[in-house]
């Protein structure tokens, strides 16, 4: 199981002696580096900078446009999780039923099998903190064979009708939606969205490479193959597009011809599909004889009288909200800002979800002034926030019941997406830095930064956002000052 952060560290961290923080820690305060540092940089005064951290008292400690809504990038996640613990509960679980039309008779099912979604974003997931697919499988076969289902005369239908299908939020870029990150919710996802490929190249320049699709398949899909091989050492330039529209998806571009293999993951608009196939094969090697030759989505069946063969689970929220933050895996954030608007509403869309999350924000007493979203992962280039909203929505979080989880779930440094940050030891002690407990962001020309620093006793906990757009230098320019920011909070005693 990939490692999720607890409360134990943090609390661990409140231990160190105080003569620590006068060893190795930041040269300026907070404010200071600020003043300092950011401000004379011109990589920072040719780009947005937006920054603000305040302590345990609601001191501000530092700032600088901090009514800025800018672009946040995967920062937002922090919102959606947050937003979706206090709604759920902690241990809020999603379901999946399996249930059957017409009777039984003589071990035969004169009906077809439905398979009936409920967002569990978890379901077929190759994540550690997901159950098997074969042991969710196991327990529908063995409920159907408690049922004297031997014989199945009729197919497999698909009901995803829980989630509203939307191939993507408005906003996203074309150009992201056939990649794994670019893979949007489902009312029966399935393997999180994705698709594993190979691509073998040719054996000479100009070849047409092989593709071959590994798990899980779509039934009914075609796969338009316009790849070539290019030159050794060319890089891998193939690309990969596909739309809800029709059953097609189109790679594109060139692998290099010194590859052996290219191995990636495609987003997979039809994974409702794709959970009814795996499902009958399962069944099939279990023994059970499905006649029905077809796996049929809602929209080609009428709805019928329906009785449930078994209902399976997802682990408990607060585990898929800090995969979520661990990773910054888009498909689970997309799902749970969907659900927000699902359970609200009774309206599993993009919409809603936004109805929803304003709601919600309201009822927590959080200043909506300076805050945008559009989508739950932050891919959209219309989700504006600013660094005083996410103060504001860290202090009411740090208030609720399920804190401890929430925060519990963010990276730190050395873990997650926080795995490389703050790890040179020439200048930062590694005891401070671990006062870090942020989530990052990154898009073209945007590099933020959102969460929580545990610094000396006068400041506590502190919350805060930097948020940098629009720079036009190479990312590692911006990012040594993002880390020596997080870094002068840690040390702030």
Not at 59 to 70: D, F, G, I, Y
Not at 218 to 240: C, M, Q, R
Not at 427 to 445: E, M, P, Q, R, T
Request: proline fraction near 5%; charged fraction near 20%.
């Amino acid at each position: 199981m990939k490692k999720i952060f607890s409360l134990i560290a943090l609390a661990a961290i409140s231990l160190i002696p105080a003569m620590l923080f006068a060893q190795a820690k930041s040269a300026y305060t907070p404010q200071e580096y600020i003043d300092k540092v950011l401000k004379k940089d011109p990589n920072y005064l040719n780009a947005i900078a937006a920054i603000k951290a305040v302590d345990k008292n609601g001191k501000v400690v530092a700032e600088w446009n901090s009514n800025l809504p800018v672009l946040t990038a995967s920062t937002l996640k922090t919102i959606t999780t947050g937003l979706a613990l206090v709604y759920f509960g902690e241990d809020y679980k999603f379901s999946t039923s399996l249930k059957y039309s017409g009777s039984i008779s003589g071990g035969t099912l004169h009906g077809d099998l439905w398979i009936v979604g409920g967002g569990d974003p978890s379901l077929g997931s190759e994540d550690g903190m997901a159950y098997p697919i074969d042991s969710i499988f196991g327990v529908w076969t063995s409920a159907m064979k408690d049922l004297g289902i031997k014989t199945v005369e009729g197919n497999i239908v698909i009901d995803d009708r829980y989630l509203e299908r939307e191939v993507i939020p408005s906003s996203w870029a074309w150009g992201n939606i056939g990649y794994d990150y670019g893979s949007a919710p489902s009312g029966l996802p399935f393997h999180q969205d994705i698709q594993n490929v190979r691509i073998i190249p040719g054996k000479k320049e100009g070849e047409k490479p092989q593709i071959k699709v590994l798990y899980p398949q779509i039934p009914g899909f075609t796969y338009v193959n316009a790849l070539t091989t290019g030159p050794a050492k060319s890089g891998d330039w193939s690309e990969y597009n596909a739309s809800d529209l029709a059953r097609v998806g189109k790679f594109t571009g060139s692998v290099p011809l010194d590859r052996d293999t290219i191995r990636s993951t495609i987003s997979n608009k039809f994974s409702y599909l794709s959970c009814g196939a795996a499902f009958r094969d399962f069944a099939v090697s279990q023994g059970i004889v499905i006649l029905g030759p077809d796996v049929l989505p809602i929209e080609d069946v009428q709805d019928a009288d329906l009785t449930e063969i078994a209902t399976t689970y997802s682990p408990e929220l607060w585990k898929i909200t800090a995969q979520t933050l661990l990773v910054s895996d888009n498909f689970y954030a997309e799902t749970l800002f969907k659900q927000l608007g699902k359970k609200m509403f009774g309206d599993g869309s993009y919409r809603a979800a936004k109805r929803a999350a304003k709601k919600l924000l309201d009822s927590l007493g959080v200043n909506t002034v300076g805050y945008t979203q559009d989508d739950g992962s932050g891919l959209s280039r219309e989700n504006y926030l600013s660094p005083n909203f996410f103060c504001n929505f860290y202090s009411a979080m740090a208030k609720q019941p399920c804190f401890e989880k929430f925060v519990g779930g963010f990276p730190y440094p050395g873990v997650g997406t926080l795995r490389n940050v703050l790890k040179d030891p020439k200048k930062f002690n590694a005891d401070i830095a671990a006062g870090v407990h942020a989530k990052s962001g990154s898009l073209s020309c945007v590099k933020t930064y959102a969460g929580y620093v545990y610094a000396g006793p006068k400041h506590g906990l502190i919350k805060f956002a930097i948020l940098v757009n629009n720079y036009a230098c190479p990312t590692r320019e911006i990012q040594k000052h993002l880390e020596g920011f997080m870094y002068s909070l840690a040390s702030a005693d």
